[in-house]
């Protein structure tokens, strides 16, 4: 039987270019991640850009990736990262590009590339935009707070779901140098091996969950069985589990380490949140009711 692990990881980091890249993943490495996923911009050479892949040791994977900004239809900036993505798409080539087109790009460079919504703002796009990049290919949204809090990028996220757009959520340091480390969260992914294929398999099945810095909790079962007809949770340190369907309702809200939720048909979706004693949460995926 094929045994699998958490394992911890940051899918949006920038390479500090001031130092050497092994020093920069030395850093990282000490700071606790099993993996990241280096994300490259605004290169116009190839060259100049070190391969991911030959900096990885045995204790930390690094994954190339690269983030790239389109505009919405607000004519501002929004960004997506993709992974894996070898050589980014230099700024002299996406400067005009909208969303769809951006995505589309990326996708041809690269068929398959897992797409993230950076840092998704209701100031920078709209919920049409949010909609296009769904439907190109967009099925990650990460949590990270800027203008807003947390909660707010939370909402938003659950107002995505509650439009019939399918995205797990993501959080990340969004590190462009060694400061910013450990800051703002990271995922772990339930997977068999701390491989490249693995973590991919495990990020692409949504068997991962998004964990605020700091949350001191750690998870043993976050999914949901539509076989069984059920979401189960158990996350070692929790003091409350919550369910939340549709328009962000709260489902049921357990206290304790362990909760199962029994899905009725009529939720829309189901997903899940634990909190440690200080408040701070580790998010599971959704489960998309049937209909």
């Known amino acids: 039987m094929t045994r699998y692990a958490w394992f911890e990881g940051d899918i ?21 991640y099993d993996f990241i996923c280096l994300q490259y911009k605004d290169m116009e050479d190839p060259r100049r850009i070190p391969d991911p892949n030959g900096v ?3 204790d930390l994977l690094v994954i190339p990736g690269a983030e790239q900004a389109f505009k919405s239809s607000r004519g501002l900036w929004v960004h997506f990262g993709f992974l894996p993505f070898d050589i980014p798409m230099p700024d002299t080539i996406t400067d005009y590009f909208n969303i769809e087109q951006g995505l589309k790009e990326a996708e041809r460079r690269h068929p398959g590339c897992l797409k993230i919504l950076h840092h998704p703002s209701s ?21 990270n707070a800027r ?13 995505c779901l509650s439009s019939d757009m399918f995205l797990m959520a993501t959080l990340s340091t969004d590190a462009h140098g060694l400061a910013g480390i450990r800051r703002c969260g990271y995922v772990l992914a339930h997977a068999s091996s701390l491989e490249r294929d693995s973590i991919l398999g495990a990020l692409q099945s949504g068997d ?8 001191k909790v750690r998870p043993e079962i976050a999914g949901a069985s539509g076989r069984k007809g059920s979401y189960e949770v158990a996350v070692e340190g929790a003091v409350e589990i919550a369910f939340i369907g549709s328009d962000g309702k709260v489902l049921d809200r357990t206290k304790g380490s362990r909760a199962r939720y029994r899905i009725r048909g009529n939720e829309g979706y189901v997903r899940a949140e634990a909190k440690d004693g200080e408040g701070l949460r580790l998010f599971a995926q959704p489960y998309v009711v049937p209909r």
């Open 147 to 159: 203008r807003e809090r947390i909660q707010e990028m939370v909402d938003l996220w659950d107002s």
């Open 12 to 32: 949006h980091n920038h390479e500090d270019g001031s130092v050497p890249i092994e020093e920069h993943i030395e850093k990282v490495r000490q700071a606790g």
């Open 208 to 215: 991962f969950v998004a964990v605020e810095e700091g949350c």
């Open 56 to 58: 990885s040791r045995e």
């Open 123 to 143: 100031g920078r796009s709209t919920m049409e935009d949010n909609r296009i990049a769904h439907d190109f290919g967009v099925r990650y949204f990460e949590l």
